[in-house]
């Protein structure tokens, strides 16, 4: 029953051991996973991508005229600006098959962008300006939810997409 | 251990559970609200909205729940540890004054609905000032915790040259190295931007800025609450269950990680935050998963350790020998309770670090359930355990009721299950956190279907913490019976004396910390801080 301090020591060394090298493994393994497919799969998160002055969002070129603009065939870029509580545009239409580019900025407190099941989620904050894309194939009608708290009526503020039949 | 010393650990134990109290009543509020039950109009004036209600639970359970309880537990547990009484009483009473005041200051504009902000308190949205001047000190009361406990640590170096600093105080210490640390991203938050743009001085606070200085420490403070959950679950647990600690060397390795890794990744919280380079966030994403190490080597020495313990009471097999804890121990059921639960909350925590996987829960429900298995059962729960034996032996009376201490902590788990899952989905659905769902103009129809669920594990965990109250109240007024000895600390297996010395050297490891910090935030912060900045008015909004 009594073994030598030393025999002991070595013997819960390897047990150590034995955990201690799935324990490296583990999260090196998920690591490689998530290098392979964010790279992989293209998966972009919003970046740097310049700033503009919250009190002067309409002097700035991308959001003179919040809107939708076809960029190429089959590519639109939503300009977008978010304020208490709205967004400008609040309605987008696109045909099926369409990729989209938000760029979108806030004129006020800090806003959020999500459109469920999509891949977009992006914080809108004042003096940045937020990208994110997304592919839509299914024609239907999804929202865009504000989902950053900005106020007594937050939970009010949200838009839509309305992907259309691609008319042949 | 003096009479004054658990005086003031009653003290801020006291505080914390008037907070909880807050924080669960209005927790119940928010759940009814998802599952579509008006609350609020009754409520006015006291609730001003939804909103109000959200503030003070997240102010009351996150920030001073979990400080309060936190700031009384371990100086107590360190000195019983160092077996010799705190370096100054009377500094550690001063400190909880201070924490005291400051949290009654930011009370105030609380309760008056002017500073409904959440507990993350965002700029642009501006709170009064009182708000933000109370919680400063109340982070200011944390430092002097360090300090006093740093101070003790030298008293008992000085008589103590040779030995390992005793585990539960080695725990405490770093707890609170760690956390002072990482709470100068707060800190400087509050002094140069929060605190002089609320009270007029400055045009506007940087959002981006603020954000990045709030997410510095918002992490860190994740395993500021976490770690002493660790610390009971390494060092009394494994005694209540009736085994012994499996390695301390092991455990005061993954402390001493944990001081070196918990501040370097907050990014992790900002990858959908525009001006961050995404090179940075991947930095922080590959942080966040070292910092999985640790917590590995926790999971396995907390599971060897009650293995012991019921191997010991004749648990046999690979798995059954679980059945054979002593689960008629309300705090060792809570804790081994709260540590299954944590598996899950440790599973979705990764998923969140994933720097693609966070684009799909960012923000939605989903972190809401993530929360509620962290702090809300791996902590909360783990707390609760400890007041079942804390409570009545710092009363001098037993524990009321076990049975209903069995009955809370069954029931905390129960409606967790409920509760926690349901809110993961709703995320995966889509649904935003901190909204009123219950009357959001999109309010999608395949959310409407677990709404209820929400509202059901809501009230169960409601009733779960009023039978908790009514066993506290009871136990310190009318518990009847010897009072309860102190719990003795757990031996190990592999003791302190196979722990390396450089374990228990402070220099080089804070060093270190400081310097993967630098590395991680130095270049964003410096970015950001000295761009010319914009003036972004403060809002009241609500």
Redesign the interface.
Known sequence: MERGVER??TT?YL??LA??L???A???G??VA?GV??FG?G???????G?V???HVAAHPLFKEPGVVEIAPGQYEVRLTAQ?WSFAPNEIRVPAGSTVHFWATSK???H?L????H?I???????????AQAHFDTPGEY?I????????A?????GKIIVEERKR | MTRSEERLAAAYVFVALVALFGGVTTGLFQALEYAGVEVYPKLDPVIRSHYHSLTYHGVLNVLVWTTFFICGLLPFLAARSFGQPLASIRLAWGTFWLMVAGLVVTAIPLAANAATVMFTFYPPLKAHWAFYLGLTAVVVGTWLVTLNLALTWRVWRAQNREARTPLAAFMSLVTFAMWSIASAGLAAEMLFLVIPWSLGLTAGADPLLARTLFWFSGHPIVYFWLLPAYISWETLVPRQAGGRLFSDPLARTSFILFLVLSTPLGFHHQYTDPGIHQGWKLVHAFLTFAVFFPSLLTFFTVVASLESGARARGGKGWITWFGKLPWGDPSLAAQVLAMILFAGGGIGGLINASFNMNLIVHNTAYIVGHLHLTVGTAVTLTFMGITYWLVPYLAGRPLWSRGLALAQVWLWFGGMVIFSPTLHELGLRGMPRRTAIGHAAYLQSDWKALLPLVGVGGVILFISAMLYFVNLVLTATVGRGPAPAMLAFAEATSGPEYAPAFLDRWRPWIALAVALIVVAYAPTVLRLATMTSFAVPGMRVW
Do not use: F
Request: one cysteine or more; proline letters at 9%; hydrophobic letters at 45%.
């Open positions: 002991r020591s819960i047990w150590e955990w201690i799935p324990s490296i583990i999260p090196v998920m690591l998530l497919t964010a799969a998966i972009h998160l919003t970046g740097d991508q700033r002055d919250p009190q208490i006020d407190v800090i959020g999500l459109v469920p099941k891949n989620n992006v914080m809108v904050l004042p003096g940045q300006i937020a990208h929202p939810i504000c989902h950053e708290y900005c106020g007594i937050h939970h009010t503020m949200a």
